[in-house]
């Protein structure tokens, strides 16, 4: 369909399944729904869908955006829907909900309103942007699928289990609700704050996972590396911190959690000769492969089954 389309009104699709129709008017500027109600529609041109308000794919339909650019205001994908950026510049403006398949390399770029993504997506492999005012709210790890995602605003995990294996970068929130997460990526550049509540448990196995933002933790932080890690990301709350893994895990003034800390395998060192840490933990349990050591001391109760080795010519180290 080459003519060009205008108005107010909304432009609707209903083809035969497996039927595909193409757009290739770049000077489409109509603002109504664009409604995809029965087979496929092609982009092949920037800007086909006009300032259209809104995508609505209804169960096996298809969008291609094939290599091509839209700027739109909400989608709303239906369970059995494929959305294909297919190389192509998706921006969103306001909320949505994405229950289809979003599939296809290319860019997905979030400037405002809450998007909701029901379930996986394992072949989507975009570029994600989330603006400051901009809220994407997931209930599957794999929600926008293997790309990179630069978060200015809120990356929410709801009764979310599993790897999120993205790199993430930005300033913006990652938040856990009722979710299991262990994040793997490479978030060197990430200076946020991740959220854990009551009921979450956010996993990292290196620097690199916890990049160089901040945790504020109401569940369980589990920390469980292998190799020796310098922990320098500032960690709050009074949830519960469990140490695993093999390596040491090496705290200074930020550790300032208040809840438990449980050293199940490896080293817990505080601090060092000249700048001792006071542990604000109100319990510390040393499991039988654990060891607590360095300089300074705990503010709580300490049960050990392990390794206790808080230097007495350490000036500082105390334990109360």
Not at 27 to 39: E, F, K, L
Not at 128 to 144: E, F, H, P, Q, Y
């Amino acid at each position: 369909m080459s003519a060009r389309i205008t108005g107010a009104g909304d432009l609707a699709f209903n083809s035969q399944k497996g039927e595909t129709v193409s757009l290739s008017n770049q000077d489409n500027d109509y603002t109504g729904v664009t409604a995809i109600r029965g087979g496929n529609v092609l982009m092949n041109s920037n800007s086909v869908l006009g300032q259209t308000s809104e995508i609505r794919l209804a169960t096996d339909t298809r969008l291609d955006m094939n290599g091509h650019s839209q700027t739109v205001g909400k989608l709303n994908g239906a369970a059995g829907s494929v959305l294909n950026i297919n190389g192509g510049n998706l921006t969103l403006t306001d909320d949505g909900v994405s229950a289809g398949t979003l599939t296809g390399g290319g860019f997905l770029n979030i400037s405002g309103g809450v998007l909701d993504i029901t379930g996986g997506n394992h072949t989507f492999a975009v570029s994600t942007i989330i603006a400051k005012d901009a809220t994407v709210r997931m209930n599957d790890v794999s929600g926008l699928g293997t790309g990179n995602i630069s978060n200015a605003g809120t990356l929410s995990l709801t009764h979310a289990s599993g790897l999120l294996s993205n790199n993430l970068s930005g300033s913006g929130t990652v938040s856990l609700i009722n979710s299991d997460t262990q994040i793997s990526g490479n978030n060197s550049n990430y200076s946020g704050l991740f959220v854990v509540d009551t009921s979450s448990q956010l996993t990292a196995t290196g620097a690199q996972n916890l990049g160089i933002a901040s945790v504020s933790n109401r569940g369980i932080l589990q920390l469980n590396n292998t190799t020796d890690w310098q922990l320098i990301n500032n960690v709050t709350g009074t949830g519960n911190v469990r140490k695993t893994g093999s390596g040491s895990l090496t705290v200074r003034s930020n550790a300032a959690w208040s809840g438990q800390t449980d050293i199940d395998d490896g080293s817990l060192i505080l601090g060092q000769s000249d700048a001792p840490v006071m542990l604000a933990s109100s319990l510390v349990n040393i499991a039988k492969n654990g060891k607590l050591t360095g300089f300074g001391g705990v503010v709580g109760n300490v049960t050990n089954s392990g390794s206790l080795d808080l230097r007495s010519a350490a000036p500082g180290n105390i334990l109360t």
